[in-house]
């Protein structure tokens, strides 16, 4: 009997808020190109789970090696500009 074994990955989401519809729109920076959006947080946040699991799927099916995050900092950043 073939063993199942899962492993969990944890990653760092972006929400962006959506002016025009007022859901939000989300990326995970380690999964280039792995977005999805949703009409609320909720809905935005279950849909990018799936995305990723999704994302991961095909690294797997392609045998390539899973993207890890190996530690992001998020931190605000104050610009000034001359108006």
């Not at 009997?1 to 920076?29: A, L």
């Amino acid at each position: 009997m073939k063993k199942i074994t899962q492993k969990v990955y944890q990653y760092t989401t972006i929400f962006e808020p959506d002016e025009k519809s007022g859901g939000f729109t989300v990326t995970i920076p380690a999964l280039p190109g792995c977005i999805s959006e949703g009409d609320n947080f909720e809905k935005a946040l279950n849909n990018i789970k799936e995305a990723a699991i999704l994302y991961l799927e095909v690294i797997r099916e392609r045998k390539n090696v899973i993207p890890q995050e190996r530690g992001v900092i998020i931190a605000p950043l104050e610009v000034e500009v001359q108006v």
